[in-house]
């Protein structure tokens, strides 16, 4: 009998430290992220000046931006009015004929009033590795102001960061509701998947030749 307690008095300490390890190794990429980003996510408000406003993609509702991506479509609209960006460069998925993120975006800030040259469309940002890689590598971003939802600025500060853009990152505030907790359990994993791309840096999904839409715009921006 005695043998038998130990015995089980072992496996329970065993079970009790893999879980205390999984526990660990679960929550060391967001405490990363958020120990990372120091003071360097803020408002429309503390956003210091850049050349470039990143707005990364959160779906669409009948070929429309969804309430989410409408919100950070709006904290870009108000940088560019306020002059605090010269440019605003549009990522996301168009990865299917019937769903195109960077149209339905650059066409909402066009639609209020930012010149059309000023808005460009990267129309491969799959994921948030991709928009950031891809805003250096092939639009030549290297100073920005990112955009997003609060519960996700931090992972793409961190990746676009990683990609060799200095960068500020405006988290949108949103009401606590269902799809903001679904988003925030989301990064769970999405800590984890940017810590491998921040240490690996691979190469994104589709890559290609330089495009010279930024350069352009910041061009324009000059002679106005």
Not at 3 to 26: D, E, H, P
Not at 167 to 194: F, M, N, Q
Request: net charge neutral; glycine share 10%; hydrophobic share 45%.
């Amino acid at each position: 009998m005695p043998r038998i307690r130990l015995r089980g008095r072992r496996a329970q300490r065993r079970a009790f430290q893999a879980a205390t390890l999984l526990t660990v190794l679960a929550l060391a990429p967001p405490a990363w992220l958020w120990l990372s980003a120091g003071d360097r996510v803020g408002t429309v408000g503390s956003a210091p000046s850049a050349p470039v406003a990143v707005v990364f993609g959160a779906g669409l509702v009948d070929g429309k931006p969804s309430p989410y991506l409408e919100h950070r479509l709006d904290a870009a609209l108000t940088l560019f009015q306020e002059h605090k960006v010269q440019a605003i460069l549009v990522t996301g998925d168009n990865g299917r004929v019937a769903y195109d993120e960077p149209d339905a975006m650059g066409g909402y800030l066009v639609a209020h009033g930012v010149p059309a040259v000023r808005v460009v469309r990267d129309y491969a940002g799959f994921d948030t590795w991709d928009s950031c890689t891809r805003a250096r590598r092939i639009f030549g971003v290297d100073r920005a102001v990112l955009v997003s939802q609060g519960f996700h600025v931090r992972r793409a500060l961190a990746l676009c960061e990683a990609a060799g853009i200095d960068s500020y990152a405006v988290g949108v505030d949103e009401p606590h509701d269902a799809t903001w907790y679904y988003g925030g359990l989301r990064e769970i994993p999405g800590a984890g998947k940017a810590a491998l791309s921040a240490s690996l840096r691979p190469d994104p999904a589709l890559l290609g030749a330089k495009e010279p839409g930024i350069a352009e715009a910041l061009a324009d921006a000059a002679r106005h």
